[in-house]
């Protein structure tokens, strides 16, 4: 951000040396909320794109049709980061998008997809930040339209499009198609970036991974299975090998935000947990929508 992760963790303190329960047990949840940190894309949103950039010290740009928001800083800085937060108010942000302050978080947070994450992970996620350098780092105030300024308008936003949920795998679908689901719905948040929105902002739940206009009039591609519009012709392969190091069928490499995605997040994934969004993907409807660059 795991109770569905697929690979063990070797724990360690030293040659010779053996850990007690309790402390293998909590290097086991740091470890998996570090995997969980790079499952979720953190990264991409909270470390600026520069050689010198403090990790999760937050000032990454995210450009959107209303303005430039900037991602903050998570390290654990009780000035600056959220060194003063509790866990509670921690699974606050994530589930319900409020801050300890009780300000609601614009959706450029996509808590509207990391409300699904399990409890257990959540925790792991909050272990791990823990062990982060603290870096003292203020936050950058966002760049927005005027008309996005108006915070308590977030609450109408919510009543609209937000409703708080954890993942339920489908019991009809296979293990690994769950794991793929999950991946997608509550960490990687695939959809948040291509799918098309609504006129106030919100997921068109009727074209979900079809592909989306993102900030500065780039595109999010249709991801659905579609053979025209989307990624039908694609073996299963070229995705795993896409999501992997970034290459498509036709020998190019990613770049802009996706390329962001793959080298901080996607590329860290087990073989394993990339089959499974791979599996997902592949089985979701196809859906036709040609997305370009620009209108």
């Keep these: 951000m795991v109770a569905a992760l697929l690979f063990p963790f070797l ?3 030293g040659p010779g040396a053996a850990q007690s329960a309790d402390d293998a047990g909590a290097s086991e949840q740091v470890q998996q909320g570090e995997y969980l940190l790079r499952a979720g894309g953190c990264v991409s949103c909270h470390t600026e794109k520069t050689d010198d950039a403090p990790f999760l010290a937050g000032g990454r740009a995210i ?9 903050p800083n998570i390290t654990p800085d009780s000035e600056t980061g959220i060194g003063g937060w509790s866990e509670a ?9 409020i801050s300890p302050r009780g300000r ?6 996509p808590y509207t997809s990391y409300t699904r994450m ?18 003292r780092l203020e936050n950058r105030a966002h760049e927005l339209v005027w008309y996005a300024r108006f915070r308590p308008g977030l609450r109408a936003w919510k009543f609209l499009h937000f409703r708080p949920a954890e993942f339920e795998p489908r019991p009809d679908a296979t293990e690994e198609w769950n794991r793929g689901a999950y991946l997608s719905k509550a960490l990687a948040h695939c959809a948040e970036c291509h799918s098309p929105r609504t006129r106030t902002g919100g997921l068109d739940p009727q074209r979900l991974y079809s592909g989306g206009r993102i900030g500065g009039g780039d595109a999010a591609p249709n991801i659905t299975p579609d053979r025209e519009t989307g990624i039908g012709r694609w073996r299963p392969r070229h995705l ?15 770049g802009g935000a996706m390329g962001d995605v793959i080298s901080e997040s996607t590329s860290h994934l ?3 947990d990339r089959r499974a969004l791979v599996v997902y993907l592949l089985a979701l409807d196809p859906i036709e929508n040609r997305v370009s660059p620009a209108d």
């Design 63 to 71: 450009e959107s049709p209303f303005g430039t928001f900037y991602g």
């Design 11 to 13: 724990l360690v303190s």
């Design 240 to 254: 795993l090998r896409y999501l992997d190091m970034g290459m498509d069928p036709d020998g190019d490499f990613a």
């Design 118 to 135: 399990r409890s257990e992970d959540v925790a792991a996620l909050w272990a791990y930040l823990q062990t982060v350098e603290p870096v």
């Design 89 to 97: 108010d921690f699974a606050r942000a994530l589930r319900h998008g």
């Design 104 to 109: 609601h978080y614009y959706p450029a947070f």
């Design 270 to 272: 087990t073989d394993e």
